[in-house]
């Protein structure tokens, strides 16, 4: 009988392939839990994310609202795991015991995550550590998993089983990532928890009789089936934002610095906030990314603090043309101090139709302003505001190539028939809804096939603050048609047909709906 040595074989592909993989998953889940003691933006994944986000140029953030509507953050989500797998498995690929390309790159990837998280809007150098500590798990996760498997001399070259010491350190380290992981999770249930409660135990503020909203007269909501509520329940308001990670601020972490042009610069508290009288607004909000007859427009009733008081308490200087707010993530939104004070009713609200803001919607404290699309007047989660000049500073989106001023622009939609549905033929009711903020809508027009315009039956207007619904009755006859929709506003202009992206300001056009009528 020969006695042979041991030998040892580099890992077969899918096995290299795997441990790349795994050890992206140990940078990930190591990342997540050290970011815990610093800040959930400085997580590796969330602050590769988030720069993203802030990175694209307009026409990402275009495409990605209309391919993926208010969807898209999970799709964001997907594709950058993909990615991180992808790149992963090719690092275990080419990791080699004494060429360790594959650490190379978990070294340049984990070089990116610095920068992104020290770039974080608030970030300090600390901020780099969840990605460094991840980075260097990874690296020796990856070592260890593709070191040269070791054959006994007994079984031959081609044994496939995975000799004892590689399972146990593949297999504690899958632990230790699950734990990782989990314990950050569990962590951040708990703080999440905790803001939870906090909302869960907010008792609203007293409106005083006078500043309540004016009621909703019969007749405002056309209750046509199918066509949209005059009331957008919370559940069902759009929400477009940049924020990956929704801040979860309790109202004792809240508070607002005013600061900037003023004669008094102070930092409002939770508590001197809301011992100011209140007023409640139903009020409709609007995105500028919303396209010809698309949903990301809301009607809510609003309760909260006007911001035209909190200026001429601040004393602002007769210089200082923009109020430039920003939120706890760092978002920045400027709105033109002489709008804040034309006496409209800009308000920092605290509540939405009867419940304190949703998270999503800027818990504890957002700001809500009639007539402006929400990129220049809605800052969610807002903690601060510098009172400056446009020829100063430079908002969010403005700086990425929107406008620096936008007023919402009158439009009108379709909401029933659906599209590209089939309705029986007969008397049919034609629904839908228009908005012109601060101006009113006047006039909706139908026409049928290009035909002649139809005037609509308006519902009765609410405020020329909020949208009016419209209905038209029609009998339709058979055959395949298209519905076209055109609004005036009080101020006299009819939306043009001709088409407008939304960029820079708004879009521009009339809503069409095409269907079958059997
Ligand atoms: N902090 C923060 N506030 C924000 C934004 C944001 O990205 N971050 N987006 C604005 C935009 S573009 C719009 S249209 C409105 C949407 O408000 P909603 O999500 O409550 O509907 O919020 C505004 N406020
Ligand atoms: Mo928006």
Redesign the pocket.
């Known amino acids: 009988m020969t006695v042979r040595a041991d030998t040892t074989t580099r890992r077969r592909l899918p096995e290299r392939a795997l441990s790349g993989v795994l050890a992206a998953a140990v940078v990930l889940g190591v990342g997540e839990l050290v970011s815990v003691a610093i800040a959930p933006a400085s997580s590796p994944f969330f602050a590769v994310g988030s720069t993203t986000v802030d990175r694209s140029p307009a026409w990402a953030r275009e495409f990605a609202i209309t391919t993926f509507g208010t969807n898209d953050k999970p799709a964001l989500f997907l594709g950058m795991t993909v990615l991180i797998v992808l790149l992963a498995a090719v690092a275990g690929i080419v990791e080699q015991p004494r060429r360790p390309y594959g650490s190379a790159i978990l070294a340049v990837l984990g070089a990116v995550g610095v920068y992104a998280a020290t770039h974080r809007p608030g970030a300090t150098l600390l901020y780099a550590a969840p990605t460094v500590v991840g980075v260097a798990a990874g690296i020796v996760t990856l070592r260890l998993l593709t070191a040269r498997a070791r054959v006994p001399a007994e079984s031959g070259p081609d044994a496939s089983g995975m000799p004892r010491r590689q399972f146990l350190v593949l297999a504690a380290t899958a632990a230790a990532v699950a734990a990782a992981a989990g314990a950050a999770g569990r962590y951040l249930a708990d703080t999440i928890a905790g803001a939870v409660r906090n909302r869960n135990g907010l008792a609203l503020p007293q409106v005083p009789v006078a500043g309540r909203a004016p009621g909703i007269g019969a007749g405002t909501d056309v209750a046509v089936p199918g066509a949209t509520p005059f009331v957008t329940r919370n559940g069902d308001?759009?929400?477009?934002?940049?924020?990956l990670q929704v801040p979860m601020l309790t109202t004792d972490e809240w508070s607002l610095r005013i600061h900037g042009m003023v004669d008094r610069e102070i930092t409002l508290s939770w508590s001197d906030l809301i011992a100011r009288t209140p007023i409640e607004r139903t009020i409709t909000?609007?995105?500028?990314?919303n396209e010809v007859g698309g949903n990301?427009a809301?009607n809510a009733t609003w309760i909260g603090y006007r911001i035209k008081d909190l200026l001429d308490e601040v004393g602002v200087s007769p210089d200082a043309d923009m109020l430039l707010s920003t939120?706890s993530?760092g978002?920045t939104?400027g709105t033109p101090v002489e709008i804040l004070r034309d006496g409209r009713d800009a308000i920092l609200a605290v509540a939405m139709n009867g419940e304190p803001l949703p998270f999503?919607?800027?818990y504890p404290v957002?700001q809500v302003v009639p007539g402006l699309?929400?990129?220049v007047s809605?800052?969610?989660?807002?903690v601060d505001w510098e009172l400056t000049r446009f020829d100063r500073a430079e908002a969010?989106?403005t700086r990425r190539g929107w406008s620096e001023k936008a007023p919402i622009k009158t439009a009108s939609r379709i909401d029933v028939p659906a599209a590209f549905g089939k309705i029986p033929a007969g008397p049919t009711i034609v629904a839908g809804t228009a908005w012109a903020q601060r101006r009113g809508i006047a006039k909706v027009e139908v026409r049928v096939d290009n035909g002649e315009w139809r005037t609509a039956t308006l519902a009765p207007e609410y405020s020329i603050d909020t949208w009016r619904q419209w209905t038209w009755q029609w009998d339709a006859p058979t055959g395949v048609h298209s519905l076209q929709v055109r609004a005036t506003d009080l101020g006299g202009n009819t939306q043009t047909e001709e088409r407008a992206a939304p960029i820079p300001n708004g879009a521009d056009g009339w809503h069409s709906r095409s269907f079958t009528v059997t």
């Not at 909000?285 to 990314?289: A, D, E, K």
């Open positions: 308001f759009y929400r477009i934002d940049t924020a909000l609007t995105c500028v990314s990301l809301g939120s993530d978002f939104v999503e919607h800027g957002r699309y929400g990129f809605a800052t969610k989660w807002v969010y989106w």
